[in-house]
């Protein structure tokens, strides 16, 4: 069995909510007692993306926060999650494997490391995103 963490924390956009989402924060929940999710606000969104979501902010935290595996929705005002385990003092930091060995995210390993945080990469759902999913409607 994989440790049991007390808080753990993940992040995401959740446009176009999607079985990838859920299979995500259903994985990261067996594996902790108490999980919270940053929703990106449209700022954010546009910030690092370039483009404003389909879906509000507004209604894509409220969205996640009615799933049965999230106890808590927080606003991921940037990309900086450090600053948000200074907030939160989660043990744990979940993400999709997709992300794994990235540039950001070894570094963020390492910088997690001090504070004796894990990142623990989960299974990416494959052959589905909520871009792929924006692009079907749009060729409707």
């Known amino acids: 069995m994989k440790k049991k963490y007390k808080i753990g924390y993940t992040t995401g956009v959740f446009d176009m909510f999607h079985i990838?989402?859920?299979n995500l924060l259903k994985q990261a929940?067996?594996?902790?007692?108490?999980?919270?999710?940053?929703?990106?606000t449209d700022e954010n969104v546009m910030n690092y993306?370039?483009?404003?979501?389909?879906?509000t902010f507004k209604d894509r935290a409220e969205i996640v926060k009615s799933i049965k595996y999230v106890d808590?929705?927080?606003?991921?005002?940037?990309?900086?999650?450090?600053?948000?385990?200074?907030?939160?003092?989660?043990?744990?930091?979940?993400?999709?494997?997709d992300w794994k060995n990235s540039d950001m995210y070894n570094d963020l390993i390492d910088k997690f490391k001090s504070v004796n945080v894990d990142v623990v990469f989960l299974k990416h759902t494959d052959g589905i995103s909520s871009t792929e999913l924006i692009k079907k409607c749009q060729s409707k």
């Open 49 to 55: 993306k370039g483009k404003t979501p389909i879906i």
């Open 72 to 97: 808590e929705v927080v606003p991921q005002q940037n990309m900086d999650k450090f600053q948000m385990w200074e907030k939160l003092k989660f043990d744990v930091l979940f993400h999709g494997d």
């Open 29 to 40: 929940k067996k594996m902790c007692d108490y999980l919270i999710v940053g929703v990106s």
């Open 20 to 22: 990838g989402h859920l």
